[in-house]
């Protein structure tokens, strides 16, 4: 059912860049730096140039600041339909992208 979402970038990238999807950490665990971890060993081992990270609720605020102090920035928002907004209470996706 998600083959098609797993095998699909959010969006083309340029050339050595990379794209980093689908972060997410178990409620038990958030607030012990295991997503911070994760992105910082990506960053820190891979040859990409720059990095992705896209489609991030504008109300996940922890995950935002995480992305910040990493050193990625917002370079874009979609809004969501005005239904889909009331229904999740998310009114936009950020992007952000970051050079090495």
């Keep these: 059912?998600?083959?098609?979402?797993w095998e699909t970038p959010f969006e083309n990238l340029p050339p050595n860049s990379?794209?980093?999807?689908?972060?997410?950490?178990?409620?038990?665990?958030?607030?012990?730096g295991v997503a911070s971890q994760i992105i910082r060993h990506i960053l820190e081992n891979d040859q990409?140039?720059?990095?992705?990270?896209?489609e991030v609720a504008d109300t996940n605020i922890p995950a935002i600041k995480l992305y910040?102090?990493?050193?990625?920035?917002?370079?874009?928002?979609?809004p969501l339909p005005e239904k889909s907004a009331q229904k999740s209470g998310?009114?936009?996706?950020?992007?952000?992208k970051s050079g090495k």
């Design 48 to 54: 990409y140039n720059d990095y992705v990270i896209a």
């Design 68 to 78: 910040k102090k990493l050193g990625f920035e917002e370079y874009q928002r979609k």
């Design 90 to 96: 998310i009114n936009h996706y950020l992007s952000f």
């Design 18 to 32: 990379g794209s980093i999807e689908f972060v997410g950490t178990a409620i038990e665990f958030r607030g012990q």
């Design 1 to 5: 059912m998600l083959k098609k979402d």
